[in-house]
């Protein structure tokens, strides 16, 4: 177990490359990025995530830190995505192609991507744990992981069975944290239990614990005028124990300073900050949302939309109203399968579904949103 894993003050901001900005035509705005990167590392952060899947993300690390930087100045971790892997496409080839992308001769932290007890159960299946540890074995990993998407006793599973686990990376904030759906403090909780080095994933809930249109805003400003949204979230996560790096995926420059401000003399939230974000949570938790239940009885839909994965799409805008990073989720989920707009009001949805909602509306909405 790594226990050695340990940063401080602005080194504990991890900058995630899965919302880089881009322009117009669809292309990274690499200079932009390359400002981002550049003021990241000269406060003093050094941790840099990507993907196998994150489309383009980790070229564009090769063209704006790797090329750009001494490799003794940043540390860069990517992911292996169990489903990639086929008799003609190997883990070899998927981790060199990794290593190709990213322009860097080794990975400091390397992850089985978001697997649960059914995932790992795949990973073994493959041999993946034993691929890892050789990489390890010959430098060409230095920390073996995985991020996580499961239920808290999937985790103490996992690691019960894989004590060469260094460290974890689950999505945790304060929003989820008491949320049934998610159950992030259990696993937390579940991940202090091995002294688990973790990385917290979506502390910002992709940008929606910061929106200036959520209804949190006004708390917040209320509270402390002088701190960011974003920076209640921020320092929730930066206090657990165990957290070694806070991740946050920085869509632009303004983003990079105001976490490194926020991460240059943090300090842990009074009990009275505490009360504030407990108001933030119920403020959230009382907005009206479409009582979806994802019980995807509406799965067969003709149009090959998914229905329910676009419903949760849509509350997650009536609770948080944020927009930012809408179409990227948008693209990921009708990838493959329909869009909102192409919903022809059949009306098979509404009758096969048990809460009588009105999913032909929130398709249009959602169309009118997005397509």
Known sequence: MASSIAFEKIGKLGFGYMRLPRLSDGSFDDEQIKKMADAFLESGGTYFDAAYVYDGA???????????????????????????????????????????????????????????????????????????????????????????????????????KHPETEFVMPQLNYYDWDRPKVNAKKIYDNLRAFNMPTVAMEPLLGGKLASKDSPIADIYKTANPNASIASWAIRFMAQQEGIFVVLSGMSNLEQVADNINTFKNIQPLSNDEMAVIEKAVKALRAVPCIECTSCNYCKDCPAKIRIAMLIGLYNDYLVHKARDNMPGSYRWMTGGFGKAGDCTACGACQEACPQNLEIIDVMKKLSEMLD
């Open 58 to 160: 980790e070229e564009a690390f090769k063209r704006t830190v790797a090329q750009r930087h001494k490799r003794e100045s940043y540390q860069i971790a990517t992911k292996m995505p169990l489903g990639f892997i086929k008799p003609e496409f190997t883990m070899e080839q998927l981790f060199n192609t990794s290593l190709e992308r990213l322009g860097t001769d080794y990975i400091d932290y390397y992850l089985l991507h978001g697997i649960s007890s059914a995932g790992n159960k795949h990973a073994e299946e493959l041999g993946a744990w034993e691929f890892l540890k050789e990489k390890k074995a010959k430098g060409l990993i230095k920390h073996i992981g995985f991020s996580f998407h499961g239920q808290p006793d999937d985790i103490t599973e996992i690691l019960t």
